[in-house]
Every structure is written in C-alpha cells, then in structure tokens.
C-alpha cells in the first residue's frame, strides 16, 4: 500500500514538473524564485570555494621552495622556567 502512495506521489510530481516545462511558467511562486536564487547561491559558494583549495594546491605549493616562518603565540611565563 505505501509502494503505491510513493509511486503515485512521485508520478504527480513529475507531472507537475512536465506541466510546468510546457506551459514554461517554471517559477509560479516567490517562493520558486526564491529556493531557486538560494540553491544557485549554495552552488556557486561551493564551486568557488573548491576554486580556491585548488589555486591554494596547485599554486602556492609548488611557488614557496622554503620553509613558512613560524609565529609564536602566546605569553612566555619565565616562572616556569628552571
């Protein structure tokens, strides 16, 4: 009985999504147009995050032959020296 629900759900949507490309009214709500803006800002903040690892990989690695300098960080305490 739940196999049937499920098929017959996804059968309306995929109608739905078949009725929208004819009639090419893709967005019919704000909140179309707004998931659509969000998901294709998600998308593009990821792509140029994998942009930049990569320029950081394949660039920066193979420029800087010697050794990054190390900072110290944080507060000598002398008492804790013998």
Not at 61 to 68: G, L, S, T, V, Y
Request: aromatic content about 10%; some cysteine; charged content about 25%.
């Amino acid at each position: 009985m739940e196999q049937r629900n499920i098929q017959q759900e996804f059968e309306d949507q995929f109608n739905d999504v078949v009725s929208r490309l004819q009639s090419k009214q893709l967005f019919q709500s704000d909140w179309d147009i707004g998931s659509f803006a969000v998901f294709f800002i998600f998308i593009g903040m990821v792509l140029l995050l994998v942009i930049l690892v990569l320029i950081r990989c394949c660039c920066c690695c193979c420029c800087n032959d010697e050794k990054p300098r190390r900072w110290k960080v944080g507060i000598d305490n002398v008492a804790m020296e013998p």
